[in-house]
Structure formats: C-alpha cells, structure tokens
C-alpha cells in the first residue's frame, strides 16, 4: 500500500474561527505494520485536527487504513511516526500501563461487536471503565447516562438477554460515562439491521448536538455517515477527500470513485480535485 506522493495534508476544523477548542489532532502519523513478509505502509503521513463537539465519519475502501486510524488516534496501537494528540495532550510515550490510563481519562472506544462483558449486568459493564481506573464508580453518573440513552430499564440485565442494538447502546454509554474528549467508534452499526443501526447513530448524533461530545465514526455505509457534520476519505493510507455537511448520495458517488481507484492503479485521474478539497481544510486549521 503506497500514497500517492502528494505528501501530509491536514483536514479538519479546529482552529477555524468557530466554537472550538481541539479535540483531536494528528501530525503526519504514519503506521507501517513489519510482519513476516513485506512491510505495510497502513497510514501515510495522516494529519488532521478536529474541534470539540464535531461528528466525523471517516470512509474508504477496504485496507485503505481506516481501523489502522482510529486505533492510532485512540492510543490502542502506537503510530510508527508522527503525534497524536488527545484533548491537547500527547499520548504517553511511556509504557501500557500509561498509555491505559491516558485511555481511560480520555478517550472513548466503541467496537462493532459491542465487547461487553457477558457475565455482568448492563450497570456493571458501564460502570467497569471507571472501576478499572480505580475510581469509586458513581452510580448516579451511569444511571443518567443510562436513561438519557434511553436504556434505563436494561440496568439489571445481563448482555446476551439485549438485542444487538440494545448492546450496542450500552456500550455507547460506557463509553460516554467517563466523559471522553473523544468517542471512536469503528463501524459501529456493522453488525446491526438497518433500524437498530439508525439509532445508534442517531443516539451517537445526539451526543454530540446535545452534549458536545466530539465523535470519529468509521463505517462503510454512506447513509450512516451522512449522520455526521464532516466525511473523511481515506486511500492507500492518506487523506484524499473531505465533505462537509454530506448527504449519503454524494458520500456514495465520492466512494464509489475511490473504489474504482482502489481496483485500478490505487490512484484515481480524479484525485487532484479532491486532493484540493482536504488542502482548503488545511488553510483552515493552520
Ligand atoms: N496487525 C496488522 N499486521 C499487518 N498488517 C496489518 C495489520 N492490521 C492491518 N494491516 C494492514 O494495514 C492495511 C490497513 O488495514 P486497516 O485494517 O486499517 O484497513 P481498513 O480500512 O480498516 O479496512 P476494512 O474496511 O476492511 O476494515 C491493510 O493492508 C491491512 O492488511
Ligand atoms: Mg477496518
């Protein structure tokens, strides 16, 4: 997997006049995996900065790098090159251990297989975070966000007796109780039939217009990613695209050109415009 040579562009909005305090930058982070064969350059120079309280959704084909992103941003994996910064803060250079602490405080993760643990009820797994951080776990705290995601009645039960989408809701509610300056979510509805899927996102939607929180979503689905303020494309590793305020009909057409790319040559004869595009989100943030 290889960039198209255009080097680190930025997309986002932080610093672009409006409400907004930084939640998230990147700086030129690159992942390269080294496994048994040749290495893999899975991000390529990524920069992007994005306000608080903004919903993003990032697409792309298919090993274009998305999931690489978003465990580089949320301190699960460490880029090969480059900083990622949380809330204004770099990630811990130190061990796991630290770099498990900075997740707990700050960041937010949700899985497209929910990952609650099986044997605890919805109040306990949404409670665990915290417990985990060794804080007294604040049982007002989980409540609230219980009902305000309108799971209130499941408190006592345990995940296998949820739907997909009731699980899927709860651990959104996990990852909300700490309050994180970013909630990550990878194709969080991927797993989900289409009506359960829209609430969640619409769930994900809320938090964000309700209650500021700042959201990074990776799904496949252009109707889902129309629900946020900003789409990010991803290809071969880099940044190519950006569309703001999107409509799932242009999410689809935009897709549809990088996937012709990624079958062909891995760059497409129509990039330059879009490369342009993520450039003017570059003047904005600098
Ligand atoms: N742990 C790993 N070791 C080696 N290569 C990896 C690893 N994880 C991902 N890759 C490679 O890095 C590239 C990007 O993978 P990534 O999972 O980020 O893609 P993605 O955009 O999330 O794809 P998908 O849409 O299929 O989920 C791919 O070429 C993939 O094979
Ligand atoms: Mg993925």
């Given at each position: 997997m290889r960039g198209n040579g255009v080097g680190p562009r930025t997309a986002g909005?932080?610093?672009?006049?409006?409400s907004g305090r930084e939640a998230l930058r990147l700086s030129a982070v690159t992942k390269v995996y080294e496994g048994a064969g040749q290495p893999v350059t899975?991000?390529?120079g990524v920069s992007l900065s994005l306000a608080t309280g903004t919903f993003t959704s990032v697409m792309g084909p298919s090993g274009s790098g998305k999931s690489t992103l978003l465990q580089c941003a949320a301190g699960l994996d460490r880029p090969t090159a480059g900083r990622v910064l949380v809330g204004g803060d770099?990630?811990?250079?130190?061990?796991e251990a630290e770099l498990t602490r900075f997740r707990r405080s700050r960041i937010g993760f949700v899985f497209q297989d929910y990952?609650?643990?099986?044997?605890?009820t919805v109040a306990q797994n949404v409670a665990l975070p915290q417990r985990l951080a060794g804080r007294r776990s604040r049982r007002g705290d989980v409540a609230a966000v219980l009902d305000r995601l309108g799971?209130?009645?499941?408190?006592?039960?345990?995940?296998?007796?949820?739907?997909g989408g009731q699980q899927q809701r709860v651990a959104i509610a996990r990852a909300l109780v700490s309050r994180p300056a970013v909630l990550f979510a990878d194709e969080?509805?991927?797993?989900?039939?289409t009506a359960s899927g829209r609430q969640v996102l619409a769930l994900l939607r809320e938090s964000v217009e309700q209650f500021g929180q700042t959201v990074v979503m990776v799904t496949h689905d252009p109707v889902a990613a129309a629900y946020a303020g900003r789409v990010l494309f991803l290809a071969d590793g880099a940044l190519v695209d950006e569309l703001p305020d999107p409509d799932a009909a242009e999410v689809a057409r935009r897709m549809a050109r990088l996937d012709a790319g990624a079958a062909g040559t891995?760059?497409?004869?129509?990039?330059d415009g879009n490369a342009e595009a993520v450039h003017v989100g570059s003047q904005a943030v600098a």
């Open positions: 909005t932080a610093g672009a006049g409006g899975a991000l390529d770099e990630l811990p250079g130190g061990g990952n609650l643990v099986p044997y605890l799971i209130g009645e499941l408190a006592g039960r345990q995940p296998a007796e949820l739907s969080p509805t991927g797993a989900l039939d891995g760059s497409g004869s129509g990039s």
